[in-house]
């Protein structure tokens, strides 16, 4: 019975961050799209148990639509790394509420030391939402 208890317990944190950490399969699926489209990688030359997804911002624009920006990291099978950036919209029910805008990184300079830098670089731009979520607000 302990066992088990400390089982649930131990399991209880992990749901708690899947559920706040956002939706990172859309934009992982449509980065490696537009990497195709691009000429950059295909999906059969990527190492998909090696993809790495973080979320480094989830920013709330209203109830049920939040922004969120992701770095991914993809290995292909011959060692190759792509890291991008992605940023999109996702609702409460559905993470594809917008299109995805990838950005590839060609060279990684330093760390960001906070997320709190991101976050306020975000919030200062003019447009928080694009044009096709304006209409619902």
């Avoid at 991101?118 to 619902?136: I, M, R, Y």
Wanted: a neutral charge; charged letters at 20%; one cysteine or more.
């Amino acid at each position: 019975m302990n066992k088990l208890l400390l089982a649930v317990l131990l399991c209880i944190p992990g749901l708690c961050f899947a559920t706040s950490s956002g939706c990172s399969s859309w934009p992982t699926n449509m980065a490696i799209v537009q990497m195709k489209n691009a000429g950059i990688t295909t999906p059969a030359r990527l190492d998909e148990s090696k993809t790495k997804a973080v979320l480094l911002m989830l920013e709330n624009i209203e109830p049920g639509l939040s922004r969120q920006i992701h770095e991914i990291t993809f290995h292909e099978k011959t060692g190759r790394e792509f890291q991008v950036i992605t940023e999109n919209y996702a609702g409460r029910e559905e993470c594809s509420m917008s299109s995805v805008s990838v950005w590839v990184v060609s060279r990684k300079l330093g760390s960001i030391e906070s997320v709190d830098f991101v976050k306020q670089s975000f919030h200062d731009l003019e447009n928080p939402l694009p044009p096709e979520l304006k209409a619902t607000r």
